[in-house]
């Protein structure tokens, strides 16, 4: 008993020094982010606490250290990489957003029948069994997810279909599919990302309001390079129920986990 009380009391230890952290590098180096929606899993889920490293491509107007930057409201330095999972705002409602990086500038991005295409070349995706997850209602906002199984009760087990996409370039992540879609947002006309601009997805493919869809319907649209926050690296931890205190929640298998 008493090991399991010192496990306890060393993982509220982490938490509080986690938080610690936090509160004094947010205007510095990195900034605390919870993960609000399940528009990435299975890479993150919701309730995952995530440090956002906000000079992992220099300065920006929105990453800068108390807002003084050298070159205001421009990126320098180094360019994003395709594959990299970044902090936006959105380019309308200025809300903080996290997807995956799949567009440069100049490229040219197409989803048919649910297979992602850049300049051409296929993202080949190889089967990766399903991801399971509880049906019930998650994190904050009370959301609860699309399931492949279809109409699943509560406390039933909600399945998706897993497969593992490889970009150009070599950087592989699994990506979900609830349905095949005859429309949107499994098939999309071809997008060519404008100049100074960047194409994201979610890896939930079919729960993600992101770059297919344009900002006059809601959506993310291309989104500005002075508009990126900066790069997530890591899970620091996680937690399933509705607030952090509920310790019982905590998933310790994520502590820690760094993300691909």
């Not at 509080?16 to 936090?22: N, T, V």
């Not at 989803?111 to 069994?129: D, F, R, W, Y």
Request: hydrophobic share 40%; glycine share 12%.
């Amino acid at each position: 008993m008493a090991e399991k009380n010192d496990g306890i009391l060393e993982t509220i230890k982490t938490i509080f020094w986690a938080l610690l952290i936090a509160g004094v590098f947010r205007s510095l180096f990195f900034q605390p982010f919870f993960i609000p929606t399940g528009s990435m899993k299975d890479t993150l889920l919701i309730g995952d606490f995530v440090f956002v490293n906000k000079m992992a491509y220099g300065y920006s107007k929105w990453s800068c250290p108390f807002g003084m930057c050298p070159i205001p409201g421009r990126i320098l330095d180094r360019a994003p990489e395709r594959g990299d999972i970044i902090v936006f705002k959105h380019p309308v409602t200025k809300t903080d957003y996290v997807k995956r990086l799949i567009g440069l500038p100049g490229d040219k991005i197409q989803v048919q029948n649910g297979v992602l295409s850049i300049n051409g070349e296929v993202a080949q995706q190889v089967p990766a069994g399903v991801f399971e997850e509880v049906f019930e209602r998650q994190g904050s906002f009370g959301t609860v997810p699309k399931c492949a199984n279809g109409a699943v009760g509560e406390g039933a087990i909600c399945v998706k279909d897993r497969a593992t996409e490889t970009l150009p370039g070599g950087v592989s992540h699994d990506v979900l599919n609830v349905e095949d879609y005859p429309g949107m947002p499994d098939n999309t006309g071809v997008f060519t990302v404008p100049e100074g601009n960047y194409f994201f997805m979610g890896d939930n493919r079919d729960n993600s309001t992101d770059s297919r869809f344009p900002q006059s319907a809601g959506g993310v649209g291309f989104v500005p390079e002075e508009l990126l926050l900066g790069r997530v690296d890591r899970v620091m931890f996680s937690a399933a129920g509705k607030r952090l205190v509920y310790f019982w929640t905590w998933r310790a298998d994520r502590f820690f986990k760094k993300v691909e």
